[in-house]
């Protein structure tokens, strides 16, 4: 490539484009640092996010940039320019210890910003070396500075950073003592905790350290979160909870001992229970719920209940299952409650398995909101309730299908070893009704297994597609393999839906006589048979089947040419890589990117040049792909990549790129 002149360069960076500005950056590379300075730190304050990014990349590549650490730090002087100031730190950062001489002077600047910066600047290029130099800067008279030279300590670390926050612990005024707390959760390697209780006499700085103890803390710290939980400020009550929950997810052994610790507080500790269990923070409703099971007070069930959320749910049904009494005082409460409340506690008296909730569960039953009857009916079915089996049978008819699978799941459990239950089934299978003859076949098949054949083989013949095929799955999981034929039959049922659940329990069986039955399949009418029988074909994986998916591959439309594409790479990845090669020439793009995710882990060297195009191409989410189908050929796919950053521009494919050559840098073939 002909080197451009400064000239051209600075005409690019003049462009009203800002592609054109970010590749004429390039030509800056043919020329030294210290002649083309002017024009990086013109690119460096660039309007353009994109354009100050590469100029800060171009920099990283630069022999001898070293030379250009002056004009940056000039740089950080310029108020006018936000975007500039940021490359320049960035950049600076990216010099890492070649630049520690001129941040350590400038530490010491007047401008307090700028010392600011080189604190910043020096914590992030993380050499110890720097730790006296910041050490200083924590006496600076710029409370800012002081702040970010501590931060910079605690993130280089090491026990020299860590012993010096420490020390600055004792002896600091208590804004930095605040800091210092706040930094040392980042800091690596152990950290002395004594010195982190000695900070709990200031009042101001207890929430700060009970959230560092969140972070560090061990068993010795039980006793001074326990004695947190007693403050009277609930800010601090709410972290020593959070530090509780943090400390128990990593020791969870210790959970009894905190019991004990607990033990007498319950009347002192509800109300500040109660009200962390309202907090906004998740973090601290986990506290409060912990703490709410560990106290066992039933009092706080209505509020636990209240609070009922997605991601909460376990750890409140966990906390009420450990109160006394839990039982007695959920059904207590239990008339007062809206519809959705009443089914969380019918969920909960299940689990209990409490009994003397059957009379209450039954009249549920009959209840008009779903999602209490199936609730009721599920807490039934764990209670044992014998009572149950005629009003869950009812219900197999019901209007809802989770109410119906409630109830076919607490059947399947009461009527194990009940006499003359599966005959009853079995009378049920005349029903008019395909919801109970559909559920009970599910019945027969999980309590019946093997017994129940002839009964099963019935329900293959039901006039009902939804009865069939609910029988093919059942059969296909109860493992019953002595019906493979009738399973094999059903390949030719007149409902799709029938096909496609046979084609999927004959794969899942890998069931070799039923590989030319599969083939057949390749002509149903429907796709979707069609895609379940090249999923069954690539579980059996036979020698006609394989040749047979690798001309889907080829010719075949659409889904199915890439679920063939996807099976191919079960059956015979390595012996297949031809054909997804000639793949990444079919015309539509979706199975252009299956083949080259296919290749992604066997393309070899000998072949890289049919995918290297596509690092290209116009289409962002190929090149995305062709990236990692690059990648995966390890080190010598580097020189690759590195050209197609060049010319990159999508952010996705960017961070895909850079990311790839990072770890390829470092030897790792996993991109």
Not at 323 to 331: D, K, N, V
Request: with cysteine.
């Amino acid at each position: 490539m002909e080197s451009p002149s400064i000239q051209d360069i600075e005409a690019y960076l003049n462009h009203p484009e800002e592609e054109v500005r970010r590749k004429g950056l390039e030509g800056l590379l043919f020329h030294p640092p210290k002649d083309v300075a002017p024009l990086i730190m013109k690119a460096l304050g660039d309007r353009s996010w994109r354009v100050r990014k590469h100029a800060v990349e171009i920099i990283s590549r630069f022999p001898g940039r070293e030379e250009l650490i002056p004009c940056l730090i000039e740089g950080l002087r310029n108020e006018d320019n936000v975007g500039l100031r940021n490359a320049c730190v960035e950049a600076l950062i990216r010099m890492g210890k070649a630049g520690l001489p001129f941040l350590k002077e400038i530490i010491k600047d007047e401008d307090r910003d700028v010392r600011k910066f080189a604190a910043d600047i020096m914590g992030e290029i993380g050499e110890e070396e720097a730790i006296d130099c910041l050490l200083e800067a924590t006496g600076d008279k710029d409370e800012n500075v002081r702040i970010a030279a501590i931060e910079a300590i605690g993130k280089i670390g090491g026990e020299k950073g860590t012993t010096l926050l420490l020390g600055l612990l004792r002896r600091g005024d208590t804004t930095t003592k605040f800091t210092i707390l706040e930094t040392l959760s980042g800091t690596k390697g152990p950290i002395p905790l004594e010195e982190v209780y000695r900070v709990l006499d200031n009042r101001i700085l207890k929430k700060a350290a009970f959230d560092l103890l969140k972070e560090v803390g061990d068993e010795s710290s039980l006793p001074y979160l326990v004695e947190g939980l007693k403050d009277h400020s609930q800010v601090v009550v709410e972290s020593a909870m959070r530090a509780i929950y943090w400390l128990l997810s990593r020791r969870p052994e210790m959970e009894e001992r905190l019991g004990e610790e607990l033990e007498g507080t319950r009347e002192d500790m509800r109300e500040k229970v109660r009200r962390a269990l309202y907090s906004d923070s998740v973090e601290t409703k986990r506290g409060a719920i912990l703490m709410a099971g560990l106290l066992r007070d039933p009092n706080l069930i209505p509020h636990l209940l209240r609070i009922m959320e997605e991601g909460l749910e376990g750890m409140i049904v966990k906390a009420i299952l450990s109160m006394e009494e839990a039982g007695r005082t959920l059904l207590k409460i239990f008339p007062g409650e809206d519809p959705k409340t009443k089914a969380g506690i019918c969920y909960i008296l299940g689990r209990l398995r409490y009994k003397d909730a059957e009379e209450i569960l039954l009249q549920c039953l009959e209840e008009e909101n779903g999602h209490l009857r199936a609730s009721a009916a599920t807490a039934l079915g764990e209670i044992g309730s014998k009572r149950a089996i005629d009003p869950l049978i009812n219900l197999l008819n019901d209007p809802y299908e989770d109410v119906r699978t409630a109830a076919r799941k607490a059947l399947s459990t009461l009527g194990r070893g009940e006499e003359g239950f599966l005959e009853r089934m079995r009378g049920l299978l005349s029903s008019p009704s395909s919801h109970m003859r559909r559920h009970v076949i599910t019945i027969l098949g999980t309590i019946g297994g093997k017994k129940e054949t002839e009964t099963l083989s019935l329900g293959l013949k039901d006039e009902d597609p939804e009865v069939r095929s609910t029988t093919v799955r059942v059969i296909g999981e109860a493992g019953l393999k002595e019906m493979v034929e009738e399973i094999i039959a059903a390949l030719t049922d007149e409902s799709p839906a029938v096909r496609r659940e046979a084609a999927r329990v004959l794969g899942r069986w890998r069931c070799k006589e039923a590989e030319g039955p599969l083939l057949l399949l390749l002509t149903d009418e429907d796709i979707w048979v069609r895609c379940e029988a090249i999923e069954g074909l690539s579980l059996i994986k036979g020698e006609r089947a394989l040749s047979t998916i690798r001309e889907e591959a080829l010719k075949g439309k659409g889904i199915i040419a890439i679920k063939a594409i996807e099976a191919l790479k079960r059956m015979d990845p390595e012996g297949s890589i031809d054909v997804f090669l000639e793949c990444l020439e079919r015309e539509e793009k979706e199975i252009r990117k299956a083949s080259l995710e296919a290749l992604q882990g066997i393309l070899d060297k000998e072949r890289v040049d049919r995918v290297l195009p596509f690092l290209k191409g116009k289409e962002w989410d190929l090149r995305n792909e062709a990236v990692k189908t690059v990648a995966s050929l390890g080190p010598s796919s580097l020189p690759y990549l590195e050209e197609a950053l060049k010319e990159e521009s999508d952010p996705t494919v960017l961070k895909t790129l850079e990311e790839a050559i990072v770890r390829l840098r470092k030897g790792d073939r996993n991109v």
